[in-house]
């Protein structure tokens, strides 16, 4: 199974190498993940329902333009494509995002909200955390799915570069 080497990937797909039990695993797992994906407690309802809904339309939007990709390429294989692909996307984009996080974190509660590190023990976060934290999530979501389109563009063009 791979799980970082997103190229690796592409050329097992590419020369049909992929087994349907390899994708059966990228399947289980991608749906497991779902279940940890993003999700917001604790907040206010009216951030609670912006997530849901502009996470329900950036899903759809994300799930068209990969779906076109492949369409648009050799139109073959979406699901046996779409699970391993947004599986190594997903985990490469997770260990970026973590890494990226700790730096930007630290300037924005230094320097953005440095009231919230007197209440840490409290467990309190703040409206304007709360908004921050969604919209990295979004943002994160985007990439998310241009990354999987231009994966899914490599794939069904067979070129890697």
Known sequence: MIWFNLKKLERKIIEDELSDKETFTYFLLTSIGGIFGISSTNYQDILVVTELILTFVITIW????????????????????????????????????????????????????????????????????????LILSLVVFVIFYLQLKNSFKRVASKTIL
């Open 62 to 133: 994300g799930s068209y333009i990969i779906f076109d990709a492949n369409q648009k390429g050799d139109g073959k294989d979406f699901f046996k494509r779409v699970f391993p692909l947004a599986w190594v996307v997903a985990f490469r984009l997770m260990i970026f995002t973590i890494i990226a996080l700790i730096p930007i974190t630290f300037v924005f509660y230094i320097f953005i909200f440095p009231d919230t590190l007197n209440h840490l023990e409290s467990n309190i976060t703040s409206s304007n955390e709360a908004w921050l934290y």
